[in-house]
C-alpha cells in the first residue's frame, strides 16, 4: 500500500495524489500547474506514473489547480473511471473545455511567431477534443457520505468540503495483506461561516491524512469585517469617480461577491443601480451552473433558490460574454464594478481592465483572493510600482485593498479544528501550500500538537503498511 505525490508537493498548485492499495491504482486530482515561471514545463512533464495504469481518478473539485492536467492525462492513455460529485461533474466540464481553448490560443499564438522566425510551431497541451473526450470517463457521480465500493478490499466516501460547490474531501478505506487502512485527502478545505455554502464536514478519525495548507499560516479577517471593507472600498471609489476592478475566480468566488453586493443595493450600502459587469464567460456559465444546483447550498439559500429567488443576480448586473461586449466597458470611465477573471491575472481579460484603469488614481484594484507566488496579482499586492502588460510598462496608481476574508480556503485554525477529528493519525502529510510560508508554520504547529506530519517532495513514494 503505497502513496505517492505528483503534484502541490511543496508547492500550492497541480494537485495529484496516486494511491496504489489492493491491486488498484486510484489518483486523487490531476490538477495545472500555475503561476511559476517554470509551469508550462511541469505541466507537459511526465506525470510520474503512467496514465493508461490507473483505474480510478477521484476527483475532489473543479478548479484548475485539481483537474486541468485531466485532458492530458487522456490524452497520454488513461482509460479508468472518473468519480466525482454532480457539481463537480459540470463544473469540471467547464473548466476543462475553457482550459483546452486557452491552450490552443496560446499555441497558435506561439506558432506563429515561432514561424516569422524560421521555426516550427508547437503543438497545444491539449486541445478542445482531448477535453470532450476526457467527459466520457465521468461515469458515475457520488453523492456526500454514501460509501462506494471500488472493489471488495477497497472503498471510497465523499464528505462535503465547503470550498467550492460540488467540492469534496476524500476518504478511502483500503485493505491489504490482512491490514486495513484508513487514508482522508482533505482536497481544498472551505472556511466556515460562509453565507453561501455549507461548512465543510468533520473527518472520521484516520491512519493518515493528506491536508492543504495554503493558509497554514495565518487567520482570516471575519467574514462581516470582509464585507463591510469591501463595500467601503466600492464607496470610496464611486467617490473619487473611478472604477472598481476584482480579479475573480470564475467558481465561487465571483458568485459570493455577488451574493454580498445583491445584498448591499437592497439594503441601501451601496446605489441599487450600481453597474457591475461580470466579465468572464466562465463566470457567466459557472454562475448558471450554480443556480441549477441548489443543494450544495446552506440550507436557507436552497430554499430560496428553489423558491424561484436568484442569489447571485443584481439590478445593475450585466454579463458580458462577446469581445465587443468586454472592449465597450472601457467606455464607462467612472462608477462601474468590473468583475473579470482571473484571480491572480496570470491571463483573461482582467489584464485588459487592469491595462485601462491601473495607472488611474481615482480607481482601485480589489483582490479578494489567494494570489500564488510569482503571479503578476501577488506582484501587485507586494507593492510593485508598476507591472507589464500586453508588452507595456504600467504605473500603478490605482488604490489596491487585499481582503482575505472571502478566501474560500480554511485558515490556520480551522485546519487545526478540522485535523482535530482525525485523531492522531500515523503521519499528516502536508501538501498545497507555500513551502516557506502555509506549509512550514503549519508544521510548527501541528508538532506542538504531537502530530507526525511529513512534507513530501514531487514523485515521492511512501510505503503506509511499513509506518509506524
Known amino acids: ?19 496504489d492499495c489492493a491491486g488498484l491504482k486510484i489518483l486523487i486530482d490531476c490538477g495545472m500547474f500555475q503561476g511559476s515561471r517554470h509551469a508550462d514545463e511541469d505541466n507537459s512533464d511526465d506525470f510520474g506514473f503512467d496514465p493508461s495504469d490507473i483505474d480510478f ?4 473539485h473543479a478548479h484548475l489547480d485539481h483537474c486541468g492536467r485531466i485532458p492530458l492525462l487522456v490524452k497520454r492513455g488513461f482509460e479508468g473511471e472518473i468519480i466525482t460529485t454532480a457539481a463537480t461533474r459540470e463544473l469540471a466540464k467547464l473548466i476543462m473545455m475553457d482550459s483546452a481553448h486557452i491552450q490552443e490560443e496560446d499555441a497558435s499564438r506561439a506558432s506563429r511567431h515561432r514561424r516569422r522566425q524560421g521555426r516550427a510551431g508547437i503543438e497545444p497541451l491539449y486541445d478542445v477534443s482531448d477535453a ?16 462506494l465500493a471500488l472493489n471488495d478490499q477497497v472503498s471510497v ?26 487514508i482522508v485527502f482533505s482536497g481544498d478545505l472551505g472556511n466556515r461561516g460562509h453565507e453561501v455554502l455549507a461548512d465543510p464536514s468533520p473527518p472520521p478519525e484516520a491512519d493518515f491524512v493528506v491536508v492543504e495548507t495554503t493558509y497554514g499560516d495565518r487567520q482570516h479577517k471575519s467574514l462581516e469585517a470582509s464585507v463591510a471593507e469591501l463595500l467601503d472600498a466600492i464607496r470610496q471609489t464611486l467617490a473619487r469617480g473611478g472604477n472598481v476592478v476584482i480579479p475573480t475566480f470564475a467558481l465561487e468566488r465571483a458568485q459570493e461577491i455577488l451574493f454580498h453586493l445583491k445584498i448591499a443595493t437592497e439594503r441601501g450600502e451601496l446605489p441599487r443601480s450600481l453597474p457591475v459587469f461580470l466579465d468572464s464567460p ?17 440550507p436557507e439559500l436552497r430554499d430560496a433558490m428553489r423558491a424561484g429567488k436568484h442569489p447571485f443576480t443584481l439590478p445593475g448586473l450585466r454579463y458580458t460574454r462577446q ?22 491575472c496570470t491571463g483573461g481579460r482582467v489584464k485588459h481592465h487592469l491595462k485601462h484603469n491601473i495607472w488611474r488614481p481615482e480607481s482601485s484594484v480589489i483582490f479578494v483572493g489567494f494570489a500564488a507566488e510569482g503571479t503578476p496579482a501577488r506582484k501587485i499586492i507586494d507593492g510593485a510600482k508598476t507591472i507589464r502588460l500586453y508588452g507595456e510598462e504600467i504605473t500603478i496608481n490605482a488604490h489596491i485593498h487585499t481582503i482575505n476574508g472571502f478566501s474560500a480556503h480554511a485558515d490556520q485554525q480551522e485546519l487545526l479544528e478540522w485535523l482535530s477529528h482525525t485523531g492522531k ?38 510505503d503506509l503498511l511499513a509506518q509506524t
Open 1 to 19: 500500500m503505497k502513496i505517492s505525490f505528483h503534484g502541490a508537493a511543496k508547492g500550492v498548485t497541480g494537485s495529484c495524489h496516486l494511491l
Open 57 to 60: 481518478l477521484l476527483l475532489s
Open 132 to 147: 470532450l473526450r476526457a467527459l466520457d470517463y465521468f461515469t458515475r457521480n457520488i453523492r456526500y457520505e454514501d460509501p
Open 157 to 182: 466516501r465523499f464528505i462535503d468540503a465547503g470550498h467550492i460547490l460540488g467540492s469534496a474531501s476524500i476518504v478511502i478505506e483500503a485493505s491489504e495483506k490482512g491490514q486495513t487502512r484508513r
Open 282 to 298: 466562465m463566470a457567466v456559465s459557472a454562475t448558471k451552473i450554480f443556480q441549477r444546483q441548489a443543494e450544495g447550498f446552506r
Open 323 to 344: 469581445v465587443a461586449e468586454s472592449r465597450a466597458i472601457n467606455n464607462v470611465k467612472s462608477g462601474a464594478v468590473i468583475m473579470a477573471g482571473s484571480g491572480m
Open 425 to 462: 493519525p500515523q503521519k499528516t502529510f502536508l501538501v498545497h501550500g507555500d513551502p516557506e510560508r502555509g506549509m512550514k508554520k503549519f508544521r510548527d504547529k501541528l508538532a506542538a500538537r504531537d502530530f507526525a506530519t511529513h512534507t513530501p517532495v514531487l514523485h515521492e513514494v511512501v
